[in-house]
């Protein structure tokens, strides 16, 4: 009688060791699933990092423009020159606000966007001043701002609007503040 081992000789014979195409696909293909979700994951929160990072400038842009606004209107007011802005900037016209170099020397005036020396509201990064719209400054940037005044029916009442704009990929984002500005005189109280 023959032993196991030898009825299975002949069929052991033909086997070579290593492993099979399918075997090599099948091993290529679980391998490529198991990192796949680790990088679709990573990707998704480098993107959305991304996001939140130019969320949170734009934010804080927007947050500058009322506190620019605020400055101006502070100083009108104590210049007797109510309201704060020019009569371009009422309503939905859009403006800018040119800031100086030197703060001591001249004030920061509107300026509408249509403004050569505004270029349309873009703001530039300068290395000195931070975001300008001077394109002399420094590199672009892919934010733009904008303010508009709004008179409220209080009669000597403000209703600031800044929006900061900028594109992402092919989606345009914004992020809107508003504020009531008041003229506090001694008058009206």
Same mark, same amino acid.
Request: net charge negative.
């Given at each position: *009688? ?33 990192? +796949?979700? #680790? ?5 998704? !929160?480098?993107? !959305? ?12 842009? !927007? +947050? ?19 309201? %704060? ?22 004030? #920061? ?22 975001? @300008?719209?001077? %394109? ?7 934010? *733009? ?7 409220? #029916? ?12 900028? @594109? ?17 005189? =001694? =008058?009206?109280?």
């Amino acid at each position: *009688m023959k032993s196991f081992s030898q009825k299975n000789r002949g069929i052991l014979r033909g086997r070579r060791d290593g492993f099979t195409l399918i075997e090599s696909l099948v091993a290529i293909t679980i391998l490529m699933i198991a990192i +796949a979700g #680790p990088l679709t994951v990573a990707s998704k !929160a480098y993107h !959305a990092a991304l996001d939140a990072r130019d969320q949170t400038i734009a934010g804080n842009l !927007a +947050a500058e423009g009322l506190e620019y606004i605020n400055n101006l209107k502070d100083n009108d007011l104590a210049n007797n020159t109510w309201p %704060p802005a020019a009569a371009t900037c009422i309503e939905t016209a859009l403006c800018g606000i040119s800031l100086p170099a030197d703060w001591g020397a001249v004030s #920061p005036v509107f300026l509408p966007c249509s403004n050569p020396a505004m270029n349309g509201c873009t703001l530039w990064i300068s290395d000195s001043h931070g975001y @300008t719209y001077d %394109p002399t400054a420094g590199s672009a940037s892919p934010f *733009m701002r904008t303010f508009y005044l709004t008179p409220a #029916p209080a009669g000597s009442q403000y209703l600031a609007t800044v929006v900061v704009s900028w @594109t992402a990929g092919s989606f345009g984002n914004q992020v809107q503040l508003q504020e009531l500005l008041s003229n506090y005189d =001694n =008058n009206e109280r």
